[in-house]
């Protein structure tokens, strides 16, 4: 069964920083591409980032190009997001997706976490 687990979301001021993880489990994801998506209340889930697992090409949203960082474990089953220069309309709860296929498409992703809230303050 596959389980996505993430961590590390919380308060920060705007400026700062955080990192989030997500840890993987029940099969390898070596092969699979892993993204970030987010959602803020009443707004629809839109896509952060994501990493591919053949030649660990990265892709990110025009609005956090340049602040956030997306990577993965040596092990290839954990990825992470390092976001910098936080700002308050990045509040949201951020949700680590696996698919096989490279999308900026939530609907695409068969597999998600339960996700982790950022909240930016001003």
């Known amino acids: 069964q596959v389980q996505l687990v993430e961590s590390g979301g919380g308060l920060v001021q705007a400026g700062g920083s955080l990192r989030l993880s997500c840890a993987a489990s029940?099969?390898?994801?070596?092969?699979?591409?892993m993204a970030w998506f987010r959602q803020a209340p009443g707004k629809e889930r839109e896509f952060v980032a994501a990493?591919?697992?053949?030649?660990?090409?990265?892709y990110y949203a025009d609005s956090v190009k340049g602040r956030f960082t997306i990577s993965r474990g040596n092990a290839k089953n954990t990825v992470y997001l390092q976001m910098n220069s936080l700002k308050p309309e990045d509040t949201a709860v951020y949700y680590c997706?696996?698919?096989?296929?490279?999308?900026?498409?939530?609907?695409?992703?068969?597999?998600w976490g339960q996700g982790t809230q950022v909240t930016v303050s001003s």
């Open positions: 997706a696996v698919d096989l296929q490279y999308s900026r498409d939530p609907g695409r992703y068969d597999y």
């Open positions: 029940g099969r390898t994801f070596s092969g699979y591409n």
């Open positions: 990493i591919r697992g053949s030649l660990g090409s990265t």
